[in-house]
């Protein structure tokens, strides 16, 4: 009679167990590993077998996993801030208040928030450097590197979003420097700005605008474009590390996923986790005194990862340095995949010896160059005075842009007769420009004083 | 062909900018001998005069002793070179060009003291950072137009600078008629606010448009007084606008880049334009460059 009681209990656990989780949790034989890998939840966003080489931690960097933990910390974070967080002017500052000093944890998990979101601008930059230098961009994965930039477009604006919330005077006039930017986009720039301010400046209907699109509309629009953007990646199969001049790797040397990436991947999610929480229990993030619109701190700077268009508009013409320059790279960075390719260099770092030297001179000559160029336009170049019979939309806007853009293809076209690659020159002009633009955002955060004038942040 | 095309373009705008920046300066340098030439340049010009920094000329004057409140003084030849509708460029004997404020055009237009470009002038006034502002020009001629009395007030405010103004004490605002009036009291309820567009920024005025379409228009001075402030407006702008009335035209009391939150004062307490200098020896003007409220 115990015994058949025994066998009837046990058998009940074991039921419940098995209609939630259908597969040992570490299955033995290799067929066990492969049908776990395609049934559990989580796992099945990877292919059963991966390619052994695939699993080299120098060719990825662990960036695309990094930022998935990413995701999920501020996932959980920002729903634990949001039992505390009260989006009204009058409130949301208190509540930062009240995070730091009376709820238990409370500024740990804000810190942990804030890092996160702000690493997650960085990971997602480095991921994409990541690709393009290893040219896993190319066919068939064209359309995943545009789910990728729009997904960096949108953690962008997830930050930006979030930068107001605290409601301080950092917050208050980042958002109020950052959304004028909006407001040179020709004919809709006005109207877009309006709407996303919810009048016309920045104010109580802002604070609620960007706390809907902060907790709701871009997290669920990451969350759906990351569903596709991952299973696009199994679907076209992990890009292949591979050495200078190697032959496209065959599908040999396939080990399954479990244990061998998903072991990498754990380890990797804890490591970085660690490290974060260290990060995050040590450094707090920036809190100043509460949103005062009647003063405005000198100099007023938009959020560091716009700091680079901000300093484009001291040099530019609005409607170039807000909206022409940056809306140029955008398309380009949208149409890369699409460019004419004359060589297979999937997998190969910076495609080849060459490449690697020109990658290295470029990114040299991208800091170089946009150094003494804001140097010379600073202290010597004045084209609207050089110029004053025309619109300052000429002298300073497209007399500039044209030059830049002439010596950039220039310069293409004389890569073209050293006997370079096209692919090798592509990768060449966006190296040149992407370090250019950090140049440029070094500038902005770190060189610009009172009045935006260039100073040394060591005096 | 469309890389050709594009290359084209772009070539003949550097090309063509490149040219005509050369040509605007050389022409600019060569003006310096113009002046150099000119007898009566040299026989007026002391050689002990005192030379600032920034090269331009100019010697001892009673202007002097209000040094630290209007500026530093100076009186220098210059030929003009053009006009605007508050002031006028001219070029130094010693090549240096600058744009001197006179006020504006309707008040030194109406004292029967004709200038005309490429005339030699004699300029007393005093100088803020780079700005300068006139006295008084004398022409070659020897007529005078006097611009501002002798304590710097501009003439042309409806203050002379001697009376203390209207202030806001009584809780209305006061502003300058330009035109040699006398102050005018506006009551609070009368000064409007608009936010709208900058559209044009030119010859000392700013045009914005609203939101209802129309476009406001209203004296506000040279940029190089915004510069003076630390803000640069750009067309494109967004911006807030506080003024009135006065006989059907808009005047404006101060200007708010909303990108930026810095409002610039254009008119003091007095009603006299900020964008005119200092110069008013009954007190200290306001802070010209304050935050937005």
Sequence with gaps: MSETQGESSKSLVEQVKTSIQRMPLFPAGERDRLRATVSNLILHIHPPKVEQRALRFS??????????????????????????????????YDSMIALQTEIRFGNLIRNLHHWSGNAMVVVGVLHLLRVFFTSAYAPPREFNWIMGVSMMLLIIAANFTGYLLPWDQLAYWAITVGTSLLNYIPLIGEPVTRLLLGGPEVGAATLTNFYGLHIAVIPLTIFGIASFHIWRVRKDTFSVPRNLNEDPVSRKDRVTTIPHLVNIEFVFALVMLALLIGWAVFVNAPLEEAANPAHSPNPAKAAWYFMGFQELLLHFHPVFGAIFIPGLGLAGLFALPYLERDQDVVGIWFQSTAGRLLTIFNALAGIGVTILLVLLDEYWLDLPGWLPF????????????????????????????????????????????????????????FFRGEGMALVLPWN | MVKKIIIGILALTVITSTAAAVAYNVGKSQAAPLIAEEPYIAEDIPASNPVRDNNIPHEASPLVEAEGIMGEPFTALAQIRGFDTTGMNVVFETGETAYIELGPEEYWRSQSVELRETDIVTIEGYANEEMYHAVSVTTADGEQIVLRSESGQPLWSGNDGQSPGGGSQDGTHTSGSQGGQNSIQIPAEDWVTYTGTLSAIANGRMTI????????????????????????????????????????SFSAGDVVQLSTGIRVMLLDPNGRPLWAGPGNSTGSPLPTSIPAP
């Design chain 1, 390 to 445: 025309l619109p300052s939309s000429i002298s300073n806007g497209w007399v500039p842009t044209a030059a830049i853009l002439l010596a950039l293809i220039l310069y293409a076209d004389f890569l073209k007769t050293l006997k370079f690659k096209k692919t090798e020159i592509y990768q060449a002009i966006f190296t040149y420009l992407f370090f250019a633009f950090v140049t440029l955002t070094v500038i902005g955060i």
């Design chain 1, 59 to 92: 060719y990825t960097f662990g960036l695309g996993g990094l930022l998935i933990v990413l995701a999920t910390v501020l996932a959980i974070t920002g729903v634990l801030l949001l039992f505390i967080y009260t989006p009204s002017p009058e409130a949301a």
């Design chain 2, 209 to 248: 448009r609203l939101e209802d379409g129309t476009s406001i228009s209203f004296r506000t001075g040279q940029p190089r007084f915004f510069r003076s402030q630390g803000v640069e407006f750009s067309i494109g702008d967004q911006v807030e606008v506080v003024g009135f009335y006065n006989n059907g």
